[in-house]
């Protein structure tokens, strides 16, 4: 014997029964060739009745357990595909905005690109505008310089021809009458 059978065996129910219990009440013959078998095999109609009817209580309550956790586990389904469809519903709302996006962001791309090409377009206008006011100046500057010079000439020029008049010549223009 084991050691754990030594000290005692233990059933179901939790009773302990110790070794000389087991030594003094042997375990009884359970073949077909005991002097009870006959007794013990010989079921009544009644019996076999009640057994079959406890063994389809129980079968049915299984089968009702059974049929009520496959029906929770089919509403439990059918919420989550519900709350799928409504997630489903917004990644579609949010590839639309992000479609829609794209587009307003190519838009204006392209109008970005023909500004930059008004703003290059300006920005040439402006550069030849400067470039004439500086050569308009110029020119006008030349013109004023060369009326300058030459107004400072014709005074040169008339300032030569007119002779200073002597000092010692006091005569007088002479009258004509």
Same mark, same amino acid.
């Given at each position: 014997? $084991?050691?754990?059978?030594?000290?005692?065996?233990?059933?179901?129910?939790?009773?302990?029964?110790?070794?000389?219990?087991?030594?003094? !009440?042997?375990?009884?013959?359970?073949?077909?060739?005991?002097? !009870? $078998?006959?007794?013990?095999?010989?079921?009544?109609?009644?019996?076999?009745?009640?057994?079959?009817? &406890?063994?389809?209580?129980?079968?049915?309550?299984?089968?009702?357990?059974?049929?009520?956790?496959?029906?929770?586990?089919?509403?439990?389904?059918?919420?989550?595909?519900?709350?799928?469809?409504?997630?489903?519903?917004?990644?579609?709302?949010?590839? &639309?905005?992000?479609?829609? $996006?794209?587009?307003?962001?190519?838009?204006?791309?392209?109008?970005?690109?023909?500004?930059?090409?008004?703003?290059?377009?300006?920005?040439?206008?402006?550069?030849?505008?400067?470039?004439?006011?500086?050569?308009?100046?110029?020119?006008?500057?030349?013109?004023?310089?060369?009326?300058?010079?030459? $107004?400072?000439?014709?005074?040169?020029?008339?300032?030569?021809?007119?002779?200073?008049?002597?000092?010692?010549?006091?005569?007088?223009?002479?009258? &004509?009458?």
């Amino acid at each position: 014997m $084991t050691p754990t059978a030594k000290e005692g065996l233990g059933n179901r129910k939790g009773v302990e029964l110790k070794v000389r219990e087991v030594l003094h !009440n042997p375990v009884c013959d359970t073949s077909s060739n005991g002097r !009870n $078998t006959q007794n013990m095999n010989a079921i009544s109609r009644e019996e076999f009745n009640a057994r079959i009817e &406890t063994i389809e209580t129980r079968m049915d309550t299984r089968v009702n357990e059974v049929s009520a956790k496959i029906d929770a586990f089919l509403v439990a389904q059918a919420e989550r595909d519900k709350a799928q469809l409504e997630r489903d519903k917004r990644y579609d709302s949010i590839a &639309t905005q992000m479609q829609d $996006t794209a587009r307003r962001a190519e838009d204006a791309a392209r109008q970005g690109a023909t500004v930059k090409a008004n703003v290059w377009a300006a920005t040439v206008v402006q550069l030849v505008g400067i470039v004439a006011i500086v050569v308009g100046a110029c020119y006008a500057n030349q013109a004023n310089m060369y009326a300058a010079i030459q $107004t400072t000439l014709a005074a040169i020029q008339a300032g030569k021809e007119l002779r200073p008049p002597s000092p010692f010549d006091l005569s007088l223009p002479e009258s &004509t009458h």
